[in-house]
T-cell receptor, first 109, second 116 residues
Framework: DQQVKQNSPSLSVQEGRISILNCDYT??????FLWYKKYPAEGPTFLIS?????DKNEDGRFTVFLNKSAKHLSLHIVPSQPGDSAVYFC????????FGTGTSLTVIP | ETGVTQSPTHLIKTRGQQVTLRCSSQ?????VSWYQQALGQGPQFIFQ???????GRGNFPPRFSGLQFPNYSSELNVNALELDDSALYLC???????????????FGEGSRLTVL
């Protein structure tokens, strides 16, 4: 049973525009949400997180929004850069970490 | 500060064999978690070790076992390999057990296992 879902396997965005990556979850008990970025042949690296008591967290070009009533979070990247091209995983923490299946972002120069 | 290192990076085994994967945690981290990432999927939690004891386990059979050593390095052992065990195995270290703190995991590059 997939408790964290990323329904878009891929996304292409023009350089300089906004990238919006979406994630849905099923368990209302999750208390922390994280985004990881993964380049080929590398392990995932932590990008940004948000506590369930907040609805927004911003770090430079990256902003994560949490909508608890909809059990939905999103990652906004503004402006998108070619170096942002990677696979992005959404994760939620409960008794363990649950990861989504990832969204492959391509930023076109 | 050294990051998380895993070995081997790639290996090929046949069905029924056994495999041991190794992980050195990031300096200062006392907790190691192992994840399986099948092709096209996200990482799936196998188990976590904290201070040499298993501290949580995902939905994996007992033939998946592990160890953590006093220096916090860890091993993942898989017995009686099956074709479906082919995956990238990721080790992640963290500052504390469970999903405590910021929740941030520091991942290694992974060990890609192919079972023929």
């Amino acid at each position: 049973d997939q408790q964290v879902k990323q329904n878009s396997p891929s996304l292409s965005v023009q350089e300089g525009r906004i990238s919006i990556l979406n994630c849905d979850y099923t368990n209302s008990m999750f208390d922390y949400f994280l985004w990881y970025k993964k380049y080929p042949a590398e392990g995932p690296t932590f990008l940004i997180s948000i506590s369930s008591i907040k609805d927004k967290n911003e770090d430079g070009r990256f902003t994560v929004f949490l909508n608890k009533s909809a059990k939905h979070l999103s990652l906004h990247i503004v402006p998108s850069q070619p170096g942002d091209s990677a696979v992005y995983f959404c994760a939620a923490s409960g008794n363990q970490f649950y990861f989504g299946t990832g969204t492959s972002l391509t930023v076109i120069p | 500060e050294t990051g998380v290192t895993q070995s081997p990076t790639h290996l090929i085994k046949t069905r029924g064999q056994q495999v041991t994967l190794r992980c050195s945690s990031q300096s200062g981290h006392n907790t190691v978690s192992w994840y399986q990432q099948a092709l096209g999927q996200g990482p799936q939690f196998i188990f976590q070790y904290y201070r040499e004891e298993e501290n949580g386990r995902g939905n994996f059979p007992p033939r998946f076992s592990g160890l953590q050593f006093p220096n916090y390095s860890s091993e993942l052992n898989v017995n009686a390999l099956e074709l479906d065990d082919s995956a990238l195995y990721l080790c992640a270290s963290s500052l504390g057990p469970g999903t405590s703190g910021t929740g941030e995991l520091f991942f290694g590059e992974g060990s890609r296992l192919t079972v023929l």
